[in-house]
């Protein structure tokens, strides 16, 4: 990301790199660590991290806003690529497994306001999600909804153990094991409950940001 800037806007690029990818191991760690330590895990000077994210609020949202950009970008690669309805939205949700983007989705909901262009971006997602659905419909069990998705990659996401290589496996594992469970059978028993409402999916966002303490986090 780097390649083809210099000086001083090349080590702004890197120094963005090195905070955003700390505050990712920091807060999923404790969601309510203070920035000092993003600034510590980073190797960067608190004055350095200030310039970049004046508070931590602007951090969660970064954060979050790059998981919904990638969410996106791996939706419209499924929608775009010309496979099966099925094959699809399986290989989307994969991807979005692999890059791990509803843990921080789940750890930091409801810890920030999001700004406009979230909504935006969050709204797209559903649009994107719902189409991919749409096309596997056929496949599909009668009474899986699109809000069973985003459980479904929670669950995943949840997921963790002390080596990456394979927390990256066991999701995957766990995944196939799901979506063998959301194809359609000829007999398929139904499922406890309907799919979950609006509000279920979403109440995190609802709960608004926690008071903010006096060093911004």
Not at 46 to 64: I, N, Q, T, V, W
Not at 74 to 101: K, S
């Amino acid at each position: 990301m780097t390649q083809g800037l210099s000086g001083r806007r090349a080590q702004a690029a890197r120094n963005d790199e090195a905070i955003l990818e700390a505050a990712r191991e920091v807060f999923l760690a404790d969601p309510k660590a203070p920035v000092a330590a993003v600034a510590e895990r980073a190797g960067v000077g608190m004055s350095a991290l200030y310039r970049r994210f004046p508070g931590k609020e602007d951090m969660l949202r970064r954060l979050c806003q790059d998981g919904l950009l990638r969410y996106n970008a791996e939706a419209e690669a499924a929608l775009a690529g010309g496979t099966p309805g099925w094959e699809a939205l399986e290989a989307f949700l994969g991807n979005v497994v692999d890059a791990d983007v509803h843990s921080l989705t789940v750890h930091l909901a409801g810890t920030f306001a999001p700004t406009p262009e979230m909504t935006q971006e969050a709204r797209r997602s559903g649009e994107l999600a719902a189409r991919l659905v749409e096309q596997a419909k056929s496949e599909l069990r009668p009474d899986v909804g699109l809000s069973d998705l985003g459980f479904v990659l929670e669950a995943c996401a949840a997921i963790r153990v002390p080596d990456g290589v394979r927390t990256k496996e066991l999701r995957r594992r766990y995944l196939a094991v799901i979506l063998a469970g959301l194809r359609r059978t000829d007999a398929d028993p139904d499922l406890p409950g309907p799919p979950p409402s609006a509000d279920e999916a979403n109440w995190r966002w609802r709960q608004g940001p926690a008071p903010r303490s006096a060093d911004n986090g």
